[in-house]
């Protein structure tokens, strides 16, 4: 697909990987951008910087896993722009403690926001794309199949994210619409501050420090190409240093 002139709805897009993404859909000359994420003063700031490139932008403060406000998010957005290109990019990690520690609750956040909103928001894409035809790309991860990453639940929701994705490879036949999913390696984004207690884990200081940590604009040049590329569908194309 041609991103020039086309409206996309970008999750997390207040800061890291997804306002990268926005600002390489501006590059593409994407007409209209949907911006979602909980963090308004972020999403302003990303919203500014893809106005300056020529794109008109909406900002919609959205905790997507709330799924009632979610489904209502996307259908102004497709109510105010037709969309074409969606990108279901929020996550979170655990935090501290990990898994098995920590309250229950946090099981049910990373469920909600990390599987939940992206198997919803890919329905609700299709949901407005059918019979006109678009692009659903999911962030997964190269973690999706560790036995060594410290965060086990983040793991766990990626796997599924993989699973999902690949699954869905079908619905371009039934449906007119691609799904697929970019797989970053390590990404200096500002999830990593969210690891520990208020800052970086120690794990993740370890990790950082011992390999080498993507910028986001290299997992938005991974999207624009999986958007870009009519014959992905269903695939979970990984991108990270030194590939």
Not at 53 to 58: L, M, N, P, V
Not at 80 to 107: C, E, H, K, M, Q
Not at 134 to 161: C, E, H, Q, R
Not at 226 to 235: M, N, R, S, T, Y
Request: proline share 4%; with cysteine.
């Amino acid at each position: 697909m041609d991103i020039a002139g086309k409206n996309a709805l970008v999750t997390g897009a207040a800061s890291g990987i997804g306002r990268a993404t926005c600002e390489a859909f501006a590059d593409k000359g994407a007409a209209h951008i949907h911006l979602v994420d909980v963090n308004a003063e972020g999403l302003e700031e990303t919203a500014r910087l893809c106005r300056d490139k020529g794109t008109e932008c909406t900002v919609h403060v959205c905790n997507v896993g709330d799924l009632a406000a979610l489904e209502a998010t996307f259908a102004d957005a497709n109510a105010a722009t037709p969309l074409d290109i969606v990108y279901n990019n929020a996550g979170i990690v655990t935090g501290a403690p990990l898994f098995p520690d920590g309250p229950v609750s946090r099981i049910e956040a990373m469920t909600d926001i990390n599987i939940n909103a992206v198997f919803a928001g890919t329905r609700f894409a299709i949901d407005h794309m059918k019979g006109r035809g678009g692009v659903v790309v999911n962030t997964g991860s190269t973690s999706y199949n560790s036995t060594t990453f410290p965060d086990i639940l983040y793991i766990a929701t990626k796997a599924a994210v993989f699973g999902f994705t690949a699954a869905c490879a079908q619905l371009e036949q039934s449906h007119g619409v691609r799904v697929c999913s970019v797989l970053p390696g390590l990404v200096d984004t500002p999830i990593v501050n969210t690891t520990g207690d208020g800052g970086k884990a120690d794990w993740m200081e370890r990790i950082l420090r011992d390999n080498e940590a993507l910028p986001p604009s290299a997992l938005a040049a991974g999207v624009v190409g999986l958007v870009e590329d009519d014959a992905c569908a269903g695939e979970n194309r990984v991108v990270r240093a030194g590939e």
